[in-house]
């Protein structure tokens, strides 16, 4: 067990300050957010629309922010001495108990909420589910590109979609409303997204892994080679 932490310490600490973007946002404005709202006696009707609109931005997005820059290392070219690194510790494991970390910090922010507006205990069916589908969508993107840049490109567009298409209606496979999360788009979105996400993590990994076996045996021809 030990090893795993020290693995996910020295992975965070290779990333650099990125690494502390969703803390700042998870645990230090979100919560900003929550004690101005309750200090200046907004309404509820407002107070719904600014945590409905902060959470399913923030907490899906970033929870898998960590997970993106942490998979950079082992995929792009600059970053996969890493490899030889945490070779005792897989990617797959540190990158879970990174998002597990996240997944936790979120449900503390969100039954921080629920002080503010009981009704949003309800919102747990929708952000988990989109931030699993966050991690396997980046995750996925990552392992096929190699590329962190094109995977945040991915979560941005599919929040920029999840925006524009869900502003009048539910739309299947986009979990965004502007009302509390209804048992039509549990079922229509929450659920497959969870389903979804899961697959893709999977997959990704899977594609990570042929692609490490290969660079391994190509390494072991070229070093087979030299000595000839």
């Not at 609109?53 to 290392?73: G, H, K, N, T």
Request: glycine share 4%; charged share 15%; with cysteine.
């Amino acid at each position: 067990m030990s090893a795993v932490f020290t693995a996910v310490r020295l992975s965070l600490k290779n990333v650099g300050a990125v690494r502390f973007v969703p803390l700042v946002l998870f645990d230090v404005l979100y919560p900003l957010l929550l004690c101005s709202m309750h200090f200046n006696g907004i309404k509820p009707e407002m107070i719904e629309v600014y945590l409905l609109q902060m959470s399913q931005v923030i907490f899906p997005f970033f929870s898998a922010w960590d997970v993106i820059f942490v998979l950079r290392e082992y995929n792009e070219s600059e970053g996969n001495e890493v490899l030889f690194v945490n070779k005792r510790v897989s990617a797959r494991t540190i990158c879970a108990v990174i998002f597990c970390a996240m997944l936790l910090n979120v449900s503390i922010m969100m039954a921080a909420s629920c002080l503010l507006l009981p009704d949003f205990a309800f919102e747990f069916v929708r952000i988990i589910p989109a931030c699993v589908f966050f991690f396997g969508m980046c995750g996925f993107i990552i392992g096929i590109s190699k590329s962190a840049a094109l995977s945040i490109l991915g979560g941005v567009l599919y929040l920029i979609a999840n925006y524009m298409l869900c502003i009048n209606r539910e739309v299947p496979m986009f979990y965004m409303s502007f009302g509390l999360v209804s048992s039509e788009l549990v079922l229509q979105s929450c659920l497959p997204l969870l389903v979804l996400g899961i697959a893709l993590a999977v997959a990704g990994n899977i594609i990570s892994k042929k692609r490490t076996v290969r660079s391994e045996e190509s390494a072991v021809r070229k070093e087979r080679r030299s000595r000839w």
